[in-house]
């Protein structure tokens, strides 16, 4: 860990990932507290499956979300064509970790061969719930984007 938004670390074949969260509130207001989630990972080498990853994104994300009040963005880009396979990733260890205080929307959006994948994630008891899923809407609806829940 570099400081409370940003993690770093090296998997078993030494592949060294950064995980980070940048605010998404100081454009949005009205989305509280919401920060934008990234993972990226250092050069294209390619390694072998390696199960702890999920478990340390799993572990990031619990310490993200001890702040009850905190909300969460990922956003899954078609630049390598790979959207889907990271959206159903992060949804197989959502499923997999989350302890059932957990809520999500997922939406998509695009236009020609440019799609986006996007999901908020919050504590289904988050004092700011309603105020957070009215304002992904509007984000939504007002940048032409539709939700698939």
């Known amino acids: 860990m570099t400081d409370e938004l940003n993690y770093e670390f090296v998997n078993r074949d030494g592949v060294k990932y950064h995980l980070y969260f940048m605010?998404?509130?100081?454009?949005?207001?009205?989305?509280?507290?919401?920060?934008?989630?990234?993972?990226?990972?250092?050069?294209?080498?390619?390694?072998?499956?390696?199960?702890?990853?999920?478990?340390t994104v799993a572990d990031v994300l619990h310490r993200f979300f001890a702040k009850i009040e905190n909300a969460m963005i990922?956003?899954?880009?078609s630049t390598d064509g790979k959207q889907h396979q990271r959206r159903n990733l992060f949804d197989r260890w959502f499923h997999y970790y989350n302890d059932g205080t957990m809520a999500t929307i997922n939406a998509e959006a695009g236009e020609?061969?440019?799609e986006l994948l996007l999901s908020i994630y919050f504590k289904k008891n988050n004092p700011y719930r309603q105020q957070l899923v009215k304002a992904f809407s509007e984000l939504l609806s007002r940048d032409f984007y539709e939700i698939v829940i």
């Open 112 to 114: 020609g061969d440019y």
């Open 23 to 55: 605010p998404v509130y100081e454009v949005y207001p009205d989305l509280v507290n919401t920060y934008s989630f990234s993972i990226e990972r250092e050069g294209t080498t390619p390694h072998t499956l390696d199960r702890r990853i999920a478990s």
């Open 74 to 77: 990922m956003v899954c880009d």
